[in-house]
């Protein structure tokens, strides 16, 4: 089961940065917290993962709280080709489970002009 | 970036009949791909984890004999829906993971499976 809790929905406006939230609160000292979105009817696109640091990459940035409970992806300027539904996972790890990725119901962003 | 391709991206098939799915990742080799399906304004459901050169692992709930999982290679996985029925018309997706635990899965762009 998921162990992550996202907003079901959010707006923002084009141009400006769009923060979605996640709480993780179970999350084990090893675990990761992975980031992807789908734009309808495609597969997920990886978007970023951390552990502990924020992190950066071309696309967003990930914070995460110093107690890891909790974190927020980060999208500086969001466009219109952004609008899709974002999921915020911890991905499990260990010789039993293989990475796998489990989502929950994730946050539907809706970027508006 | 590391690219998963699938095939088809759309099947109509008639009750009754097996409809196989691949999943190829192009650029890199994946010792573990993953089948998910997707119900319409529902989120993905892990169906399988595939693993090169053994059995698939199954979520539990999911029917092994009815989702056949082949990961004969470490570039393609097939899913093969037997005897499909309505109920299986759905939203498949494979992902892929190239080497070490925590390398991000990719995912292919999916298969719309209609069973009339």
């Known amino acids: 089961d998921a162990k992550t809790t996202q907003p079901p929905s959010m707006d923002c406006a084009e141009g400006r940065a769009a923060n979605l939230p996640c709480n993780h609160s179970?999350?084990?000292?090893?675990?990761?917290v992975y980031w992807y979105r789908q734009i309808h009817s495609q597969g997920p696109q990886y978007i970023i993962h951390g552990l502990k640091n924020n992190e950066t990459n071309e696309m967003a940035s990930l914070i995460i709280t110093e107690d890891r409970k909790s974190s927020t992806l980060i999208l500086p300027h969001a466009t219109l080709r952004d609008t899709a539904v974002y999921y915020c996972i911890v991905r499990v790890t260990g010789s039993s489970n293989t990475g796998k990725l489990i989502f929950g119901q994730g946050t539907t962003l809706q970027v508006k002009p | 970036g590391a690219v998963v391709s699938q095939h088809p991206s759309r099947v109509i098939c008639k009750s009754g009949t097996s409809v196989k799915i691949e999943c190829r990742s192009l650029?890199?080799?994946?010792?573990?791909m993953f089948w998910y399906r997707q119900f319409p304004k529902q989120s993905l459901m892990l169906m399988a984890t595939s693993n090169e050169g053994s059995k698939a692992t199954y979520e539990q709930g999911v029917e092994k004999d009815k989702f056949l999982i082949n990961h004969a290679s470490l570039t393609l996985s097939t899913l093969t829906v037997t005897s499909a029925h309505p109920e299986d018309s759905s939203f498949y997706i494979c992902s892929a993971s190239g080497p070490g635990i925590l390398a991000p899965l990719h995912f292919g762009n999916g298969t719309r499976l209609t069973v009339t």
């Open positions: 179970t999350i084990s000292g090893n675990e990761y």
């Open positions: 650029d890199f080799q994946a010792t573990t």
